[in-house]
């Protein structure tokens, strides 16, 4: 199966320097947009008139949606900030669990309507590889799948090692139930097809994939649940498969 298309040019990352101002900036933004509530409540509570204050209560959507932006900005310059000062998993180089929340919440703001597609990555019998071979060679297991994820994957795709033996690929931009699916088989097959046998003789690994949809306002923890249901489902019918709750 063909990869992914490249990027396009307005996804090359920022540099550095652009990468801080822009980060300063949108806390500046978000402290700004939250200070404003404070008069503007205050100026609600001084209101005698009933209709007057209903009116202006019926404002605060708004006012509390212009603030929530803000502060989603503020979170979304913040996955670059967490690159730069090294919050990656140790292992394998990839995000953790908190760099994945502060992606989705950059996708989110990007696509604020679109579901954003979870691809979960499961390590089939990961503890027979340590306990047959050596911890050292489970190790080896999880950078080289690793390895394989990133080669499989776009720039604009996050990366994160969720758990012990646990990917998460989350896809960057609004991406059909159909093209995750294929995306996730072509991971699967990859792994499977990766040379094993030069990290232990007789070694063969396998993962089982689970795709899942995040919702609009969805929590991660919640997505993620979709896709471990989907992972039980691989484990029940044989692992090293694909399974979707998209």
Not at 22 to 50: G, H, V, Y
Not at 55 to 83: I, K, N, T, Y
Not at 124 to 150: C, E, I, K, P, Y
Not at 153 to 167: E, G, I, T
């Amino acid at each position: 199966m063909e990869p992914l298309a490249p990027p396009s040019p307005d996804d090359t990352p920022a540099p550095p320097a652009a990468r801080r101002r822009a980060s300063d900036e949108a806390l500046d933004e978000a402290l700004a947009a939250c200070l404003a509530l404070t008069p503007w409540l205050a100026s609600l509570q001084s209101l005698a008139d009933r209709t007057a204050l209903r009116q202006g209560l019926m404002q605060l959507p708004a006012v509390l949606q212009a603030a929530s932006a803000a502060v989603a900005r503020l979170e979304a310059a913040g996955v670059e900030g967490a690159s730069s000062v090294g919050t990656t998993d140790p292992l394998t180089g990839l995000a953790d669990r908190s760099q994945l929340a502060a992606a989705g919440a950059a996708l989110a703001l990007q696509f604020p309507d679109t579901p954003r597609t979870l691809i979960a990555v499961d390590i089939d019998h990961l503890r027979h590889v340590n306990d047959a071979w050596s911890h050292a060679t489970g190790d080896a297991v999880l950078q080289a799948v690793a390895g394989v994820l990133r080669a499989q994957s776009r720039p604009q795709d996050v990366l994160a090692r969720a758990d012990a033996n646990l990917f998460v690929v989350a896809l960057g931009g609004p991406v059909s139930t159909t093209r995750a699916l294929l995306v996730a088989e072509r991971l699967r097959a990859a792994i499977e097809a990766h040379a094993w046998s030069t990290l232990g003789s007789g070694l063969r690994v396998t993962a089982s994939v689970g795709v899942a949809s995040q919702a609009p306002g969805e929590s991660l923890d919640a997505a993620l649940a979709q896709a471990g249901a989907a992972l039980q489902e691989c484990k029940r019918h044989g692992r090293n498969q694909v399974r979707s709750k998209a």
